[in-house]
């Protein structure tokens, strides 16, 4: 197995001294250089930037500059899909957004982790998981998404929050660790109903 597919395989991959990766690392800060750099009034060239270097997105998608990532091809975003400034993304797994989703400013999305171990930390050797966030959520300002989280459909994030572990659909969860502070089920039901 190649170390990138160590990573997707969920195994201690080598994320420091294989040269595969580190040239696709390269590759990404190269692109992420030129994204950054780009007239902000340019959409259309930002928008085709982001499309050839992310791995999958819908028509619609604004990242506001500064934007950075590890990969760009293990991430996914759906339609209309907005994020504010200083988006992290360590997409060393797949990171997979649905629809309508909204980013405030200064969240990372870490999908990187290292071992405890102390020998296999200083030979370069870290594991990584997949990040999924559905439709229509809302994740504020500040907020960190660590290794192998789901965040359910229509969720609210609130600011700050270190989100460690799933969070299911139609709630708002905060805080450090963050957890559920309510439910907002009812706000998101099908205005049609089963007797629509």
């Not at 819908?58 to 339609?79: A, H, K, T």
Request: glycine letters at 12%.
């Amino acid at each position: 197995m190649t170390e990138s597919e160590k990573a997707l395989a969920g195994e201690l991959y080598d994320a420091n001294y294989d040269a595969d990766l580190i040239r696709a690392r390269l590759s990404a800060k190269q692109a992420l250089k030129v994204y950054n750099d780009t007239d902000p009034a340019d959409l259309a060239g930002r928008t085709a930037q982001l499309k050839a270097l992310l791995g999958g997105t819908g028509e619609n998608l604004l990242i506001e500059q500064p934007f950075r990532c590890d990969y760009g091809s293990n991430l996914r975003v759906g339609e209309n899909f907005y994020a504010n400034y200083n988006l992290v993304v360590l997409d060393a797994h797949r990171v997979v957004i649905g629809d309508n989703v909204f980013i405030g400013p200064n969240v990372g999305l870490h999908t990187a982790g290292h071992p405890l171990d102390v020998a296999q930390r200083n030979a370069g050797l870290e594991y990584a998981r997949p990040i999924t966030i559905g439709h229509n959520v809302w994740i504020g300002a500040g907020v960190n998404v660590l290794p192998g989280v789901t965040i359910g459909d229509n969720s609210v994030i609130g600011a700050g929050s270190v989100v460690m572990r799933d969070v299911p659909a139609n709630v708002v969860a905060a805080g450090v660790p963050c957890r559920v502070v309510k439910s907002i089920a009812h706000l998101n039901a099908d205005p049609t109903g089963p007797e629509g």
